[in-house]
């Protein structure tokens, strides 16, 4: 089960404008709960006038040897949304030496390193996940390449542009790197402009050799993740390939369908090992109604993208207002989002342990 703890900031550091870095140091009796995989999220938690605030993080730095300990630190980058109540607060309050509630890592847009070619579309702050797979696919795995297709606005808005060119610099025949900047020419490279699915599906085939590509990974907003899948789609590629992690959702993208519930139902739910049976109040969702009564259920964003609420489902039919975080496969054999999640029937089953 995913815990949190207090963590001190061992370092924060300015990336861009309107983006930091925060380095988190992990002690010694905590190593091995906050073992991750590259490519996986931190829960970041705070409380304001009495109301908890939980936001994701992706975790930058390269993961640990399988064979070795767990890590002594942890990064993750921030990138300042307009109205957010956390990435304001990280960058104008959190100093070197605060303490900050730190969830063990989440998350399966993970890449176990192995031979062979993989390649990401990312968009802004999308670099981060895939900045840690990437450093550590190269570093495991001598006979892995990978391309790396970027996409931001300006070169001064870039995050992590020196962690990037330094692996570059490192691995120089295994690392293909393509910025495009959607608001500002480059002097050499592709021209400016969105890389949306016309594009990327003619771009990519010039980039490299598409068929052969072992896992595409995409990450940032909704409509570059979009747009990007429905090129590789276009262009033949297996959808098992092609592993997904949005950013930014907007309120109205991919409404539900409309479905009737029962006028009452309960959910029983299966956590940590411990098991109860509660009502389901006229329209929350079923995470809302196993927080009323087990608050250390897990979540991090409640807005469908992040999967830290995964679930089993045993029993029962629900609704999903939205997905953004489940792979075809996971709900295909049964897997949902607690919080996104509404009972159709009058029992509903979930299980967090699986």
Same mark, same amino acid.
């Given at each position: 089960m995913a815990r949190f703890h207090p963590l001190p900031v061992a370092a924060v550091d300015r990336i861009t404008d309107d983006a930091v870095a925060l380095t988190f140091a992990v002690p010694p009796e905590l190593r091995e709960e906050y073992r991750h995989a590259p490519g996986q999220h931190l829960a970041l938690r705070r409380r304001v006038d009495g109301t908890e605030i939980r936001r994701t993080y992706s975790i930058c730095s390269p993961a640990p040897d399988p064979a070795g300990e767990g890590p002594d630190s942890l990064r993750v980058g921030v990138r300042l949304v307009e109205g957010g109540a956390f990435s304001a607060y990280a960058l104008k309050e959190i100093n070197v030496g605060d303490e900050l509630e730190v969830m063990t890592p989440a998350g399966r847009f993970t890449l176990e390193p192995a031979p062979g070619l993989y390649a990401a579309v990312v968009g802004g702050s999308g670099i981060t996940p895939v900045l840690s797979i990437v450093a550590t696919l190269l570093a495991r795995e001598p006979a892995a390449r990978f391309c790396l297709i970027r996409s931001d606005r300006t070169a001064a808005s870039t995050m +992590?542009?020196?962690?990037?060119?330094?692996?570059? =610099?490192?691995?120089?025949?295994?690392?293909? @790197?393509?910025?495009?900047?959607?608001?500002?020419?480059?002097? #050499?490279?592709?021209?400016?402009?969105?890389?949306?699915?016309?594009?990327?599906a003619g771009l990519l085939p010039a980039l490299l050799p598409v068929e052969q590509v072992a896992g595409w990974f995409l990450c940032g907003p909704y409509g570059l993740v979009e747009g990007a899948e429905q090129a590789l789609r276009e262009l033949g590629v297996d959808r098992g390939r092609i592993h997904q992690e949005i950013f930014h959702v907007d309120a109205g993208s991919a409404p539900a369908a409309p479905a009737s519930a029962p006028a009452h139902s309960t959910v029983t739910a299966r956590l940590d090992g411990r098991g109860g049976t509660w009502p389901v109040r006229e329209g929350e969702s079923l995470l809302e109604a196993v927080l009323r009564n087990r608050p250390d259920a897990p979540y991090a964003c409640k807005g469908g993208v992040c999967?830290?609420?995964? #679930?089993? @489902?045993?029993?029962?039919?629900?609704?999903? =207002?939205?997905?953004?975080? @489940?792979?075809?496969?996971?709900?295909?054999?049964?897997?949902? &989002?607690?919080?996104?999640?509404?009972? @159709?029937?009058?029992?509903?089953? &979930?299980? +967090? =342990?699986?």
């Open positions: +992590f542009l020196e962690e990037v060119a330094d692996l570059k =610099d490192r691995y120089p025949e295994r690392l293909q @790197l393509v910025t495009v900047l959607s608001r500002e020419e480059q002097q #050499a490279g592709l021209p400016s402009g969105r890389l949306d699915r016309e594009r990327l999967g830290t609420c995964r #679930a089993f @489902l045993v029993a029962g039919e629900v609704r999903m =207002d939205r997905n953004f975080a @489940l792979e075809t496969e996971e709900t295909e054999a049964g897997y949902v &989002l607690a919080c996104q999640s509404h009972p @159709l029937t009058e029992a509903v089953e &979930l299980d +967090f =342990d699986r």
